[in-house]
């Protein structure tokens, strides 16, 4: 028996080399025909092998396959299906572009089931929005907006209109990592939260992760949002551009090197400031109040394996009148370098910028002033990150890699002067740098069950120059003061380091044809944190590192789902539910000072918080009638010491229920109507039990220690939109369109804040007054053009 075996072992092992000689690779580029843009995620299905793999975020697939004859499918939804014989006698390339369907997606019927990659993928938890569907969607005086159009997935929340960023199952808006072409964006937000720093028209994909998330992302603990920048048209010229009622944008594309390269510059301007100076009085002549930004990308293929890559954007919010002044802006740099080492190795080792910086001043310009203020804060974050996919087969990709940062924050340089005396009040800055290294496999076990596991190790190192203190503990839920004197340390000193593995897992099992059920686990770690004490985060907020004093915070998310598709992948559907805790949460003492304070983290207070809920989501992706909707019954809280009389309590951002719809019915070929409705749950506040006087004042009291007891009024919103394609042709070789929107139908008074205060007429009378940042319909006119 055991000489049998050996036999078997000894014969297998001989194979072993003739079985790899017979095996060879087909890989490729999959590319839009019309602009020669990478495509993401088109599935390549191999008929006769039964199995198949989806592109790159560069559009690069990889097959490997024993000798034979084989037949690709390429699919991808919006797309022409494109079919191609291959005969694998050794290592092959076939790269192929797709043609867009256009206006013909009702006539399209697709009958391979791997183009149901909702189902078979396995990602759960994950959105993604065509920008071409974005664009048809209404939109606050009608320009289009990714962070606003992400709103309205399951799981997504925001504390209001005007606020900066989103919500994601439990999370603040700190906890979700921004990136524009793998650069992090510290504030995504133009004019206060009301729009967004993409430009839709260099906007090429959106992906949206709010659980499974894989091992070569890390830094935030509650989503990922990855928008990738279009590379420019490698095929022809293209101006496009649009004139709204807020601001314009004119993008420009061309390519170069006979088609190896193309590049795209995108830029915007508002212009209320323009159209406000008529009617401003002598008092406000000067005010200025105004955003724009700029946004570049440009690429060159140096051979068959090798493609350059450089992008940036630099945006720019400008706000103040007469002596007063105040701004905020990004800036991003990204470079790239694709390399194919083989058919199989395919490696981004990508280097990025990011700084992100506000300043706030009182008669900076003015010389001769007695009393100056000028205060000006950064973070900036550099990195390097090399990325690698080995294909072994089309049932087992490796994924690994590893990335590098290095933090310097500026928290505050800042000098006032009175009556002709300066004092500065600066804070030194602070600095640190992670590293993480990280691996992944996918593997498939037949056609039904797919496994993807891996985990990221990130090490984390607070450095100096710095000075640090500790602090004396005068009871819970008080302010502690600094011990002097404080630890000095030197540049180069390690002042505190941290280390965490994040291990991560997904599973996919294929019930029927058309179903599956998904379930993931990810735990993810965050060193860097946004300090913010008001009911939303504002420009002014202070970005702050993990030290001695502030801890990583840190989550461990489950998540189990049902996905099944209908009728030929016209509709998709899927529930999902999850439970996310977390862990070192940031919360604060009463009146806590945080901006220009030394000891700021004396003012912290720490805890833990839980998330949990079910989403449900319908979609309608083909026909005259597409669109989707969602309900999301969820719970987000904390409980930190001191606070709540040491119970759980709702977090701000807390919204139990979340219904949303989108519609878009196309007419005919000329005019699209759409329509958006929400309708969420109030966020909780404070309300006051009883009040009390003194001094001729009556001061509202909160009696029982309650945080969050109440909730604002249900927050309600419709919108419409009609998209009119133009007859004639913009000098007579381009096309254009008129955008007509109205924001608000129904005039709804949505709330952002209820507070309550003593009656003017009766004093012994106390009043809630409800605050609202957009109390009215707001109607819109936008013309698009593209030449």
Known sequence: MKNRILKCLLLALISLPALAQNRHSVSGYVKDNSNGEGLIGVSVYVREAETGVVTNPYGFYSLTLPDGKYTLVFTYIGYQKVTREVVLDGDKTVSIEMADESNQLAEVTISTQKEDENVRSIEMSVNKVEMKTIRKMPALLGEVDLIRSIQLLPGVTTVGEGASGFNVRGGDVSQNLVLLDEAPVYNSSHLFGFFSVFNPDAVKDVKLIKGGIPSQYGGRISSILDVRMKEGNAKKREINGGIGSIFSRLTYEQ?????????????????????????????????????????????????????????????????????????WGNKTATARWNHIFSNKLFMNLTGYYSNYDYNLGQNQNKPDAKDKFDWKSKIISTSIKPDFTFYITPNNQLTFGGQYIYYDTRPGKATFVSEGDMQDISLEPRYADESALYIGNEL???????????????????????????????????????????????????????????????????????????????RTSQYLHLLSNTAAS?????????????????????????????????????????????YNQIDYVPASDLLLNEYFTGDLLFGKGRAYGAEFYVKKNKGRLTGWVSYTLSRTERLVESINNDDWFPARFDKPHNITAVAIYELNKRLSLSSNFTIQSGTPATFPTNRYSTGGFEIGNNYNGLRNNSRIPAYHRLDLAATLKAKKKLFKVGEGEWVFSVYNVYNRRNPFSVYTRVNEDNPLKTEAVRYSVIGNFIPSVTYNFKF
Request: cysteine-free; overall charge positive.
């Open 444 to 522: 498939k076990f037949g056609d039904r069950i797919s496994l993807q596991y891996g985990a990221r190790y990130s090490y984390f190192r607070s450095l100096g120059p710095a000075t640090e203190y500790e602090y004396a503990d005068k009871g819970k839920g008080v302010r502690r003061d600094p011990i002097f004197p404080g630890t000095e340390y030197k540049r180069g000193d390690v002042i505190k380091s941290y280390g965490n593995l994040e291990p991560r897992a997904a599973l996919n099992i294929g019930i029927t044809s058309n179903a599956s059920i998904k379930a993931s686990y990810n």
């Open 538 to 582: 504002s420009p002014l907020d202070v970005w702050t590192l993990s030290g001695i004093n502030i801890k990583p915070e840190k989550a461990d998310q489950v998540a189990l789902g049902w996905f099944q598709n209908f009728k030929d992948n016209t509709y998709e559907a899927s529930v999902e539910v999850y439970y996310k805790k977390l």
């Open 255 to 327: 390519p170069f090197a006979k088609g190896k390269g193309s590049f795209i510059v995108a830029g915007r301007r508002s212009y209320i400031d323009i159209l406000a100076k008529p009617f401003l009085n002598s008092d406000l002549k000067d005010s200025k109040f105004y955003f724009y930004d700029l946004t570049a990308k440009v690429n060159y293929q140096l051979g068959n394996k090798d493609t350059f890559y450089a992008s940036g954007y630099f945006g720019k919010d400008v706000f103040g009148g007469g002596d007063f002044g105040f701004g």
